[in-house]
């Protein structure tokens, strides 16, 4: 019976026949000339096509990653194109945001032109000096309550012959306003130079509060007037208050007179230092706040 032979002989029988050696001839098919010949083996044969696969990969990829070829690869991007997906993305994100203000501001001023109440949300609006004020305390102070109660009683602050008369004439007979800040009045209303509002410095970190009862309508930041909070009260008469640093209600948040709505900044290009430049405007028209306001103490 004749004898498999075993693994190790046919691995012995395969080495054997790779190290075998051809000759390879190049001959003149005219004249039957030797023109080239090599000795060949399998074994130099297979790791020479190795290293020309490994040769032929190597500069593929080398023209891939090194030169613009690869930006002709289905599915890549390069650096230049993700850049300006990502600035696009950013940018679409601020657009929505700003739509959605836009959005509940048009809609909160419908409905209070259509004399319907929107629901204060009593949620701060911080801005970006946020982390400063974090721990600032809010609720009403001893002085605060004192000077709701003295202006109450219109003892005071009550408002002189002239101012009365003006108010009867407007149609604001018997309203009183809150003094939004106490300090020191650095620039006074003057409508001739167009300056509609009077500014009023204090100490930083100092809130600013609402004259009136009333409902937030602009909470935003301008060029001009940095961050910005306008209140609508009623007979048609608004508030403005211009500069702050920080801002604590948001378009439809309904306030009360002496509620802190801000606190006294610098923001904005038509400033050289913190302070409040107050305005109020009755029926489209500016007043003049010191008719109505004691700003200080």
């Given at each position: 019976m004749e004898k498999k032979p075993s693994n190790r002989e046919k691995r012995q029988e395969l080495i054997k026949k790779l190290k075998n050696k051809y000759r390879l001839v190049v001959m003149n098919d005219a004249t039957f000339d030797e023109s080239f010949s090599a000795y060949l083996t399998p074994l130099n044969v297979i790791a020479g096509a190795t290293l020309v696969f490994l040769f032929i990969a190597f500069i593929v990829v080398?023209?891939?990653v090194f030169t613009p070829l690869k930006e002709y690869i289905p599915g890549y991007s390069d650096t230049q194109t993700r850049i300006r997906a990502l600035d696009t993305t950013v940018k679409v994100d601020s657009l929505e945001k700003a739509q959605s203000v836009y959005t509940?501001?048009?809609?909160?001023?419908?409905?209070?032109?259509?004399?319907?109440m929107v629901t204060d949300t009593s949620q701060m609006a911080l801005g970006s000096d946020t982390r400063k004020y974090t721990n600032l305390d809010l609720s009403a102070s001893a002085r605060d309550s004192t000077l709701r109660k003295e202006i109450e009683s219109e003892e005071e602050f009550a408002l002189s012959e002239e101012a009365k008369s003006v108010s009867e004439s407007l149609g604001l007979a018997g309203t009183i306003l809150f003094p939004p800040i106490i300090g020191t009045i650095t620039a006074e209303f003057d409508s001739k130079i167009e300056h509609y509002g009077i500014d009023?410095?204090?100490k930083e970190g100092e809130t600013i509060k609402a004259v009136l009862d009333?409902?937030?309508?602009m909470s935003s930041f301008t060029s001009d007037g940095g961050n910005v909070i306008q209140i609508l009260h009623a007979n048609n008469l608004v508030s403005i208050y211009k500069h702050n640093s920080v801002l604590l209600k948001k378009v439809g948040d309904?306030?009360?007179?002496?509620d802190s709505i801000a606190i006294i900044g610098n923001s904005g290009e038509l400033t050289?230092?913190?302070h409040l430049h107050f305005e109020l405007w009755y029926n489209g028209s500016p007043l003049n706040p010191m008719e109505y306001i004691a700003f200080s103490s």
């Open positions: 080398s023209l891939i509940s501001y048009f809609d909160n001023l419908m409905r209070i032109l259509n004399g319907e009023v410095t204090a009333g409902t937030v309508v309904r306030v009360e007179a002496g050289d230092g913190p």
